[in-house]
């Protein structure tokens, strides 16, 4: 067996412990004499899985009483249209742009109500944050809309948008459980898990009580309800079990690792190596306003589109795949989350500078 330094952007890396614990658990999950997978989820077992992944991810974040986790299924793409369907009751909402993910939830909440675009970085390409200290929040907005990390352009909201008073909405997806975070900012928190948290087929919401209502858009399906998840404790239907237990022992993996600080330490540590080296590099270029750069996700460039696609290639043939940038972007993007390791990051810095002194 060999393992890869795997840099997608998304189903992503996951700690090899997790991996590990997972396998040897497969057959018979403690004494059970069964998988995760083959269990009911209204056992016993999975009741213990399920709320202790609920605990723990309570304790890393801090989460007050008065928030509700839910661990819901259809990927962040389905909050798209839950959230307005939810949230939106006077039918108007604000949207900040600062890449596809938030441009796609803003035309997907057009179909509930007025969408607002009172901020966009998209004249420069998504290459920068918008200034979000005094913007032109509409009155009877019900939310404001942001993608805090930005996966495809390699972006990261550093202070949040001043909402003046109104409920704010993030998307965390791609910067979920990455560095310490102060929910009580926030109305609703939601992530899908691929990015940085466990496998595809979970998305998480955190959401406080009071937007929890059963005043909701007419038409809303039951299953798009947050209410009908929050009274069920995320158990209305079959939730994706196997993927809950799985995001259940990251957060166990998180917690040993020393918690949200921590992880942000190491994730500090990790970003400076390779943005340090693309600084200073006469072949590749951050693409990134500096202020603005996401400690996850690191898109680079040469200039030279045969020299980017040499690069990638010949990255794969060392061990270090999944570099190519999104197909909307071009170049290379290096997604370095929580479970990449500092040794996968320094290896690509290494195999750069050879690349560079051999084709400069
Ligand atoms: C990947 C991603 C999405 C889409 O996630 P799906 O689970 O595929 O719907 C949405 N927002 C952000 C920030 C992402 O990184």
Redesign the pocket.
């Known amino acids: 067996m060999s393992r890869v330094y795997n840099f997608s952007a ?1 189903p992503a890396v996951l700690p090899e412990e997790v991996l590990k614990e997972a396998a040897a658990e497969m057959l018979d999950y403690r004494g059970t004499g069964m998988s995760v997978m083959e269990m009911s989820h209204r056992s016993r077992a999975f009741e213990e899985i399920i709320t202790t992944a609920e605990q723990d991810i309570r304790d890393l974040m801090q989460i007050p009483d008065n928030y509700r986790v839910l661990f819901l299924q259809g ?3 389905q909050q798209f249209a839950m959230i307005p369907m939810n949230l939106m009751k006077n039918r108007v909402a604000d949207y900040i742009i600062t890449g596809q ?1 938030a441009k796609k939830a803003a035309k997907e909440a057009e179909k509930y109500g007025k969408v607002n675009r009172i901020a966009s970085s998209e004249d420069k390409t998504f290459s920068y944050i918008p200034d979000c200290s005094d913007l032109p929040v509409s009155e009877d907005a019900d939310y404001v809309y942001i ?1 805090e ?1 930005n ?1 495809i352009y390699g972006t990261k909201f550093k202070t949040l948008p001043d909402t003046k008073g109104k409920t704010l909405v993030a ?1 965390v ?2 910067c979920f459980l990455s560095e310490p975070v102060d929910v009580t900012k926030y109305g609703l928190i939601y992530g ?1 898990v ?2 940085n948290i466990g496998p ?1 087929g979970v ?1 998480i919401v955190i959401i406080r009580d009071d937007l929890i209502t059963e005043d909701v858009l007419p038409g809303t399906p039951t299953m798009l309800t947050y209410k009908t998840h929050a009274d069920a404790k995320s158990l209305y239907n079959t939730p994706p079990a196997y993927g809950i237990y799985i995001c259940g022992k990251v957060f166990k993996w998180i917690k040993a690792q020393g918690g949200l600080s921590s992880m942000k330490e190491k994730n500090e540590k990790k970003a400076k190596v390779l943005y340090d080296y693309l600084d200073q590099s006469s072949l590749f270029k951050g693409t990134v306003v500096p202020k603005d750069r996401s400690l996850m996700n690191v898109p680079f460039v040469t200039g030279d589109a045969d020299l980017d696609a040499k690069f990638v290639k010949e990255a794969g043939e060392a061990g270090l795949v999944n570099l190519k940038g999104h197909r909307t972007v071009g170049g290379m993007r290096a997604s370095i989350y929580n479970a990449m390791s500092y040794e996968g990051v320094t290896a690509l810095v290494e195999f750069m500078k050879k690349f560079e002194e051999e084709n400069l």
Request: proline residues 0%; glycine residues 18%.
């Open positions: 998304g990927g962040a793409s993910w993608c990390n996966t998307d997806s791609s899908g691929q990015k595809a998305v």
